[in-house]
């Protein structure tokens, strides 16, 4: 059983930055592949981008080159850094786990959900 937990959201303004976190506990994380989620109300869960186990990354391409995950298997937390942020960033951002290696852009594939952390950006 993993728990996660994440911060470091809030409301920021056109083109600012973000560093989201997301700390484990139950297990650590250097064996699961981590997920960063988006939601906004009425739409569904959006893949965000991964850091497989094995160091593989991707990213949706809403947020490629202005969004970087990373993790620290010391600190058992798993980042978000979220640059030139935009008003369609805003949502309710989730960190996800999972050991599938299949289609890591579905959130069905995780197994494990953090309970969510707002950004708001404002224009």
């Known amino acids: 059983q993993v728990q996660l937990v994440e911060s470091g959201g809030g409301l920021v303004h056109t083109g600012d930055s973000l560093r989201l976190s997301c700390a484990a506990s139950?297990?650590?994380?250097?064996?699961?592949?981590m997920g960063w989620f988006r939601q906004v109300p009425g739409k569904e869960r959006e893949f965000v981008s991964r850091?497989?186990?094995?160091?593989?990354?991707y990213y949706a391409d809403s947020v490629k080159g202005r969004f970087t995950i990373s993790r620290d298997n010391t600190k058992n937390t798993v980042y978000l850094h979220m640059n030139s942020l935009k008003p369609e960033d805003t949502a309710v951002y989730y960190c996800?786990?999972?050991?599938?290696?299949?289609?890591?852009?579905?959130?069905?594939?995780?197994?494990?959900w953090g309970q969510g952390t707002q950004v708001t950006v404002s224009s």
């Open positions: 139950g297990r650590t994380l250097s064996s699961y592949n």
């Open positions: 996800a786990a999972g050991d599938s290696t299949a289609r890591y852009y579905l959130a069905s594939t995780y197994n494990y």
């Open positions: 850091s497989s186990w094995s160091g593989s990354i």
